[in-house]
Structure formats: structure tokens, C-alpha cells
């Protein structure tokens, strides 16, 4: 692994919170993601399970974690099974985990290998009545390729038909948009690898450089630093400010325009998510640094209104109204506008048509359940923004919100922000 080794203790408490929430006489299954093909006889890097990953902290394929905490013997009642290493292995990809390995990371005793998995996993379905089993159930997820989650729970209802089945993404869901310090902890240092890189891009950008080596810059830090990207970057400058998702990053930047930098850092499979928008020349002109403030004014704002008890839904409406105002101080909407709008189409939506905020985590639009209040240990993005398409430019501005009892923290506090600082810095790094 690239990144230093996680306090096991994150992962048996996260398992032993998961056992608290499973009914009487259960087991449950969570596999490993599938390592997928490209062409020929490629394949991409494995991506961790998420959830596999909370409750052991193995990134290794074709892992298999059982629970069954009722069990009738005490050695059944926490298994991982591992892929064995040989020696065609090992010359080709590298040693596997050890038993051992295995048992430090997470905190589990009993480690078998795969060969082992059947017998003992037939045993605990005949002693057990529930059975939970994983699935992306992500509201966002669009699944077209059959996981090897979904395999396995067409292969347990062939084979079992008459246990009780239990959707386990739903109390994943619940465990997961909560971080304990452990996992804030790891997030911090995903936010200072983005930091670096933040800083280290201020010093590079200008005219005539092109987006793609600024996402070379970005990996070079976040890579030297032990981790990498936490998704794929969006460089995007000029017009492409207002592409939301814009990830081709391969145009040149050019005097005069902006540059929107939606870029973050993983560390040890945790994300950071930051977003800047900074002035390619190192300047704002007075019309781009007054939606950015603008829109600096909103962030600032909706952070404030980040606490627990507060339904996402109500924040999401706060932004747009604190959104609507500014653009009606820009000019950009007029009272009439807005007096005569479709109440399903309102007129800002024009400048502003995405979401306010996300939970993050293991994954960067982490699971949980999104229409209940906000509580302590969220950490949640804020992302207001204001794209003007006929001036050609687009503004966002992100960082990364801990919800607390005493007051919200800005994971990203220490990134520069605001306009006058982010000029000050351009100007020093030249």
C-alpha cells in the first residue's frame, strides 16, 4: 500500500456497529469489487469496495468478509477469506496479503483462504435465518455491469431460496455518512495532499499553458504524497467553466480567461473534494471578481446554516435564495424575472442548476440517507456557484464541511480562498 498503515481499531469498531444493527441469527457477506478488462488482455486497477474496505480495511480482489455473530462456534463468527499467493503469482503481480498481513490490517483472527469459503459459509446458512447481502443502492448509481456483489446474491437465492434476505446497504448507508475521529483523521490528510497541490498549481498557471499539465502538476503531488486523485479532475478554463463535469483537460489556457480547478485528493481510499476558480493571468478583471465574490459571499453563508438538525433539502433551498439575491445584485436577473417564473423552472436555475452539497468519504458522493437532518460527524461539501455562459466564464467554489456540536469545521480552511490572496500568491509564484 502506498499509504501508512490505518489503527485496525477504525475497522473493528466499525464491524462491531455493524453487528449492533443486524437481527437475531444473521450472517452477512460483502465481497470484494471484480477487477475489470479494458481491450485484449488488459484490465484497470482494482477500486475497492467501500463498504469491504469500512469493515477490514482489505483492498485486495476477490476478498470475502462473513459475519455471523450468533454463530454457534466462536471462530465462525468473524471470517475473512483471502486469495492464495503462489509462485506464477507472485512473479506476475506480486505477492498477496498473509493470514497475518491480513489480520493486522483489520483486526479480524480468523483469515482462510478462498478454497475455504464454501464449506464454512454452508454451515453458517444452515444454522442462520437472515441473511444480508450487499448491493449498490447508491440514488445516483447507474449499473449496467453485474458486480460480483450481484453474483453472488443471484448464486445465494439459487442455492438458499427460503432464508430471509436483508438489504445490507441500507445500514452501511446509515454507519457510513457518520466518520468517527479515526476516519476524519484520514480525510484531513487527504485535504492537505489537495492543499498541495492547490499551491502547487498556483505557482504554475499562466497564459499559454495547456489544462493537461496542470493535471500532470496536481499528480505529481497527491502521487509523491501517497495517494492520488479522489476522482477525475476537471481543469477546465475559458468557457469550459460552465461544463459541469468537464474532465478531456487538453485545451490551452489563455490570457484573460479563468480557470476552474474541481479537483481533489484520496488517501488511504478516504476523498477530500476542492474546487477554486483562479484567474489564468493572475488577475480578475472587476467583472469576474464580483461574481466571485458573490458567490464567496454564498459559500461563506451556507456553511454557516451547516448544522445538525438541518435537512439537506432545506440547505439546498437556502443556497438558491441566498444564489437568487446575489443575482439579482449582478444584474444578471431582474425583479421581473423572477415575478414571472415557472415555480418548476425558476429563473436562477439558469446560472445555477446543481447541488449545494454532498456527503464524502470512502467515496466521493458518499452513501447515506440524505433526507434526514444533518447530524455530528457528517462531513459534507459546500458548492455554490454561478456560471455566466453569454460572458463566457463560470465561478464555483468548494471545500469540505465536519458537522459538529460546537461549530462546523472547514476541512480546507487553510486553502486560499479568497480573491485578493489567490492573486497575491499567483503573483509571488512568478
Known amino acids: 500500500m502506498r499509504y501508512r498503515p490505518i489503527d485496525p481499531e477504525l475497522f473493528r469498531t466499525n464491524r462491531e456497529n455493524l453487528k449492533r444493527r443486524l437481527l437475531k441469527n444473521s450472517v452477512v457477506v460483502v465481497n470484494a469489487n471484480d477487477v475489470l478488462p479494458t481491450n485484449a488482455d488488459g484490465s484497470l486497477p482494482l477500486v475497492p469496495n467501500s463498504d469491504l474496505f469500512y469493515l477490514t480495511g482489505i483492498d485486495q480482489e476477490e476478498t470475502i468478509l462473513v459475519l455471523a455473530p450468533d454463530a454457534d462456534e466462536e471462530k465462525h463468527r468473524e471470517l475473512l477469506f483471502l486469495r492464495e499467493t503462489n509462485e506464477q503469482l507472485a512473479t506476475w503481480e506480486g505477492r498477496k496479503l498473509t493470514k497475518e498481513q491480513a489480520r493486522k490490517i483489520s483486526g479480524i483472527e480468523r483469515v482462510h483462504w478462498l478454497n475455504e469459503f464454501r464449506p464454512i459459509f454452508h454451515r453458517l446458512m444452515c444454522e442462520c435465518e437472515h441473511v444480508y447481502l450487499n448491493s449498490n443502492e447508491h440514488p445516483r448509481a447507474v449499473i449496467e455491469v453485474e458486480t460480483r456483489d450481484a453474483r453472488f446474491v443471484r448464486d445465494c437465492l439459487a442455492r438458499y431460496p427460503l432464508h430471509d434476505y436483508q438489504r445490507l446497504a441500507r445500514l452501511m448507508a446509515q454507519l457510513r455518512i457518520v466518520k468517527s475521529p479515526l476516519e476524519v483523521a484520514v480525510i484531513r490528510q487527504a485535504c492537505e495532499l489537495t492543499a498541495r497541490g492547490f499551491e502547487r498549481v498556483l505557482k504554475f498557471v499562466r497564459p499559454g499553458i495547456t489544462e493537461t499539465e496542470i493535471e500532470a502538476e496536481l499528480a505529481h503531488e497527491f502521487i509523491r504524497g501517497g495517494g492520488g486523485f479522489a476522482y477525475t479532475p476537471i481543469v477546465a478554463s475559458g468557457e469550459n467553466n460552465c461544463v459541469l463535469h468537464y474532465i478531456q483537460n487538453d485545451q490551452v489556457c489563455r490570457k484573460g480567461d479563468l480557470l476552474l480547478l ?169
Open 262 to 430: 474541481d479537483v481533489g485528493a484520496s488517501y488511504a481510499h478516504y476523498r477530500s473534494d476542492l474546487t477554486r476558480t483562479i484567474p489564468i493571468s493572475g488577475r480578475f478583471t472587476r467583472r469576474q471578481k464580483q461574481v466571485y465574490n458573490a458567490v464567496l459571499r454564498v459559500l461563506r453563508e451556507t456553511i454557516r446554516r451547516m448544522v445538525p438538525g438541518k435537512l439537506p433539502k432545506e440547505l439546498q433551498k437556502d443556497a438558491e435564495k441566498l444564489i437568487e439575491e446575489e443575482l439579482l445584485q449582478l444584474g444578471l436577473l431582474r425583479p421581473a424575472d423572477i415575478k414571472k417564473q415557472d415555480p418548476e423552472k425558476p429563473a436562477f436555475k439558469k446560472y445555477f442548476m446543481h447541488g449545494v452539497s454532498h456527503p464524502l468519504g470512502l467515496d466521493v458522493h458518499d452513501v447515506g440517507f440524505t433526507t434526514q437532518p444533518m447530524q455530528p460527524g457528517w462531513v459534507l461539501t459546500c458548492e455554490p456557484a454561478i456560471y455566466v455562459r453569454e460572458e463566457g466564464f463560470g465561478i464555483r467554489l468548494e471545500t469540505d464541511i465536519l458537522i459538529t456540536d460546537s461549530g462546523n469545521e472547514d476541512l480546507l480552511a487553510d486553502v486560499p480562498i479568497e480573491a485578493d490572496e489567490i492573486e497575491e500568491l499567483m503573483h509571488a509564484g512568478r
